[in-house]
């Protein structure tokens, strides 16, 4: 039903070309078979050899029956059929041999190649030819496809789904209700066009859903469509982009048109910040002009529907900032749709959709699961599914039990463990005492996120892990909780020096997080000293190119620049100050903690509570006031 299918042509040179190459193998064939050199070969050449005068003289006994001259070798065959061969030397003829005899009855038969055998003997070349000619033939038409490829760079690689090929329905997209509402409307400007256009209302062109990958936009898309049953057609911004200039441009043209043929129907441009950034300023080289082109030409075909071309462009980004204002204009996608990461009710309800079609066994607590994967997008909780049942799989557990899925979070969120990394005692030993660190200044700090587990198997890069699990989805952090945090990781490297007197490398990602933190606390948030003030420093500069980050300019003096710093170093050495300040005053229960995680390599925060209150604790009770008297 739409252009884009073509039916397989059925290649009539195709068919000439075996025919050429049957016929050449059949013509080797019929010379193999046939020649009469190749049929008496095995006779011939298998015959004793003996000496010229033996034929000679034997001719003159008349002891032969025949005798065959071929180039210099003469064969010579008695009665009884057997052969005997000789060489005579180049240039002796059948007289100089005096086999010549008028009356002497044997047959002296001269076999001249060139002459007598022509046919056979130019055979093989023939069929030689033929089967070179035809490897020729190959290679060029393959040269003459990618060529025809080139000319059909134009062509948009869409593809394209029928409205029965479309089988996503809002149902199979958990949470994200706000940005449903938003396209159930898109939904029914599709069905009912007339109901908008007999009051005079123009049907919005474009769709642009925002938010970071993995959110479900692609699937958002599809559930539209296959809401509003109707074709969808999909391509990738970077797919308009090619090593030619104006090929995506062409590109354009060809989506559209295809597209206008099948209306309703809707196109969907995913990573559209891949063509549609910022034109003019920054920005280098041809691709540049290329993506320009692009741009002007996806504007034009939007511009150019007719008020009743009921076609919906939806485009998918997750850099909205570095978009083309002309893009967002009214007219264009002038809808914005934002999608947010699921909040703990969201992801459960996702982690819902994608057990739909697994086994799980029964009194498996999805709720938990949800809890412990704040910032998970949908992708990654579709994978995690995905990964609990590969440990239910290889565990040979009949259902996904609650277990296969505790070990696909941790896989998930901080990485599968390593057991095969086999640290020395005395690594071990530093490691626990750091984490250990982290977990009881953690605990101590009254702001940060509660302890949730700690563990020393190595898990990717990381030798051990402290994990604090956010009880709710933040969307806004506190000054108090930024100091807390940057004591929590400072609590590491305080454990090691009190602990060893000595300091390790295995702290260096924890300083960077911490210095991360107190820097942007002084040029982001306001919230450093009075003479820095409530001032944002630094100035985000839009990125020169698809893929890198845009940096920051410098738009503040030497003396701030000095302030900054001055605020990051002396909130990092006070931190760090306070956390060896709790590891001292705990100093038995740092070595009790960690002679336990020693032993267990992981360690609950039920364990950790019943060492550290000394009694058995059921959930984090959190010792408020002990926290306050250090706090900032
Ligand atoms: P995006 O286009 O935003 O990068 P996708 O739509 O490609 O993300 O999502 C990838 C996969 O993640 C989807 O195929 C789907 O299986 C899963 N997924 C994402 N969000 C959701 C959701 N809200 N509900 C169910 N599954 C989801
Ligand atoms: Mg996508
Ligand atoms: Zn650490």
Redesign the pocket.
């Given at each position: 039903m739409n252009g884009s299918y073509r039916p397989p042509q059925k290649n009539r040179s195709q068919w000439l070309l075996s025919l050429l190459l049957v016929s050449g193998l059949a013509l080797m064939g019929l010379f193999l078979l046939t020649s009469p050199d190749r049929a008496n070969d095995q006779k011939y050449l298998t015959a004793q050899e003996v000496p010229i005068s033996a034929i000679t003289h034997g001719y003159a006994n008349r002891e032969f029956q025949k005798i065959t001259v071929r180039d210099n070798r003469i064969f010579a065959t008695r009665a009884d059929n057997s052969v005997v061969q000789s060489y005579k030397e180049a240039g002796q003829t059948v007289s100089d041999l005096g086999l010549i005899d008028p009356k002497n009855p044997t047959i002296v038969q001269i076999e001249n190649r060139e002459t007598a055998n022509l046919f056979y003997a130019i055979l093989p070349d023939i069929g030689f030819l033929l089967i070179v000619g035809l490897v020729v033939f190959w290679l060029f038409r393959g040269i003459a496809r990618s060529q025809n490829n080139a000319l059909s760079f134009g062509k948009s690689r869409a593809r394209v789904a029928d409205a029965k090929q479309v089988k996503t329905r809002f149902a199979d997209v958990a949470g994200a209700d706000e940005a449903k509402e938003d396209l159930v409307e898109v939904v029914d400007f599709l069905k009912n066009p007339k109901k908008y256009t007999n009051i005079g209302a123009k049907i919005p062109k474009g769709v642009l859903l925002v938010g970071s990958?993995?959110t479900g936009?692609?699937l958002l898309a599809r559930a539209v469509a296959g809401e509003a049953g109707v074709p969808f057609f999909s391509i990738a911004g970077s797919e308009f982009v090619e090593m030619f200039v104006g090929v995506g441009a062409s590109r354009v043209r060809d989506l559209f048109t295809k597209a206008k043929r099948n209306a309703p129907c809707i196109i969907f441009i995913?990573?559209i910040d891949a063509v549609g950034r910022q034109r003019g300023g920054a920005g280098f080289g041809g691709g540049h002009d290329e993506r320009e082109q692009t741009l002007n030409q996806i504007l034009t075909e939007m511009d150019g529907f007719e008020q009743d071309t009921n076609i919906i462009v939806m485009a998918?980004t997750n850099r909205p900032d570095v978009l083309d204002v002309a893009l967002l204009r009214p007219g264009r996608f002038d809808r914005r749709i934002f999608i947010d990461k699921p909040d703990l009710n969201a992801r459960l309800k996702i982690l819902e959709v994608h057990a739909r079609n697994k086994k799980v066994a029964k009194g498996v607590k999805l709720e938990d699961v949800s809890k412990q994967t704040v910032g998970l997008t949908g992708a990654d909780l579709e994978n995690l599914m995905n990964e609990a049942a590969i440990f239910a799989a290889k565990r040979k557990h009949a259902a996904i039990t609650q277990e296969d899925l505790n070990d696909s979070v941790e896989k998930v969120t901080i990485g599968g463990e390593r057991k095969s990394r086999k640290l020395s005692q005395h690594e071990k030993e530093i490691t626990a005492y750091h984490e250990v660190g982290h977990a009881i200044v953690g605990h101590l700090c009254e702001h940060s996120d509660p302890l949730h587990k700690i563990s020393i198997v190595s898990r990717g890069s990381a030798l051990g892990v402290t994990w604090f699990l956010p009880q709710e989805d933040q969307y806004t952090t506190s000054k108090s909780k930024f100091i807390d945090e940057i004591c929590g990781l400072l609590g590491g490297r305080a454990a090691e020096e009190i602990i060893f007197n000595e300091i390790t490398t295995g702290a260096s990602n924890d300083i960077e997080r911490a210095s991360a933190i107190a820097r942007n606390m002084a040029m982001r948030y306001g919230m450093a000293s009075p003479e820095l003030g409530i001032v944002a420093y630094g100035e985000r500069q839009g990125s020169a190119y698809a893929g890198t980050d845009p940096s920051l300019a410098r738009n503040y003096s030497e003396d701030k620049a000095r302030q900054i710093d001055d605020y990051v170093r002396a909130t990092i050495s006070e931190q760090y100050e306070r956390a060896k300040g709790f590891l001292v005053k705990y100093k038995k229960k740092l070595e009790e903690v960690t002679q336990e995680l020693l032993q267990e390599e992981t360690m609950s925060v039920e364990q950790f509570m019943e060492i550290f209150e000394g009694k058995p604790v059921a959930r984090i009770a959190k010792k408020k006031d002990e926290a306050k008297a250090d706090n900032v």
């Open positions: 990958p993995g936009k692609t995913d990573e998918a």
